[in-house]
């Protein structure tokens, strides 16, 4: 089905996430007019098929739309159609959504990897704008990636370029959940980050109560808010966590740096609420790590503009064509 949608029209976007399916309307300009939200069921399949439909009627009912952009966590077709595995999300995988959901509303659809639709909210509207090439990392209990290159969002010959969150660091690392070892994601992702926390308070008793002082005092009440206010009162633990993040995120950037010479490298999810008590150290890390350097312009870092909505807004943009 054609997508050669008007540029007055409006579009919807879907965000699957692993906890919920966030949908939305979009305008041409990447406005949120409305919204509608499930939860995701544990035994996702059917069930959650069920869920996105119902948050797209529930938006239909009120808005006129042109097409429909699904960003889902996982493997997506290069034809934008299946999504071929979700890894955080149960009974997902070879799902041919595209062709489901088209035959339900007989609206164009578009189905791509959140990643690389936030990356394009980033590119179209927000922090991405006018860098060429451009890349982006999402930084929330795993990492992803995206590319846009000569205002093209680079995707690969079979859907998959752009995962950066896999580039192998460490020989017989940590076993991460694509199903390599040492990962990139595994030691710069939120989840390091809670790791690196936790092996400090593990070390530092009285150090370590004092960082969970900012939560509920339990060790069940860390979360990464928590982290980003004890860092921000100075705390040693949650300073020296963001820094060792921070550290291997710049290294990476800096071998990433040398493959793609981006302009300006931009950082989202949850890690960037810490501003730059996290991107200062990941600019150091990658000055400290970069091959030839002094030797040419090392790309600018930048924290995300959108937040949670980025996936949603960005897929409801892709779906124009």
Not at 7 to 16: F, K, Q, R, V
Not at 252 to 262: F, G, Q, V
Not at 274 to 285: Q, S, Y
């Amino acid at each position: 089905m054609s997508n050669q949608i008007p540029n007055s029209a409006l579009t919807i976007g879907i965000d699957i996430g692993g906890t919920k399916v966030l949908g939305g309307v979009v305008d041409s300009l990447g406005q949120i007019l409305s919204t509608a939200r499930r939860d995701t069921p544990k035994s996702g399949g059917d069930e959650l098929y069920l869920q996105i439909s119902e948050v797209i009627s529930e938006l239909l009912n009120n808005h006129k739309v042109a097409g429909i952009g699904v960003s889902c966590a996982g493997i997506i077709s290069s034809d934008r159609r299946t999504v071929i595995s979700a890894p955080n999300i149960s009974n997902w995988k070879a799902v041919s959504l595209g062709d489901r959901l088209e035959k339900e509303f007989s609206l164009p659809i578009v189905i791509e990897n959140d990643a690389n639709a936030a990356m394009w909210a980033e590119y179209k509207f927000g922090a991405a704008k006018d860098f060429n090439p451009v890349m982006f990392f999402i930084i929330g209990t795993g990492m992803g990636g995206g590319f846009v290159v000569d205002g093209k969002l680079y995707r690969g010959a079979f859907g998959i370029g752009a995962e950066f969150g896999h580039m192998k660091i460490q020989s017989g690392g940590i076993l991460c959940g694509c199903g390599a070892k040492g990962c990139i994601e595994q030691y710069a992702s939120g989840s390091a980050l809670m790791r690196y926390a936790k092996e400090g308070i593990a070390v530092d008793a009285n150090t370590g109560q004092d960082l969970l002082n900012f939560g509920d005092g339990t060790l069940n009440g860390l979360t990464g808010t928590v982290l980003t206010k004890a860092a921000q009162a100075n705390n040693k633990i949650a300073i020296s966590a963001f820094n060792t993040c921070a550290d291997w995120l710049g290294s990476a950037i800096a071998s990433y740096t040398l493959l793609l010479d981006p302009e300006a490298i931009i950082i989202g999810g949850g890690v960037v609420d810490a501003g730059e008590l996290f991107l200062r150290p990941v600019r150091e890390a990658m000055a400290k790590y970069m091959p030839f350097a002094d030797t040419h312009p090392s790309p600018k870092i930048i924290a995300a503009k959108f937040g949670n909505n980025a996936g949603l807004v960005g897929a409801a943009v892709l779906v124009r064509g």
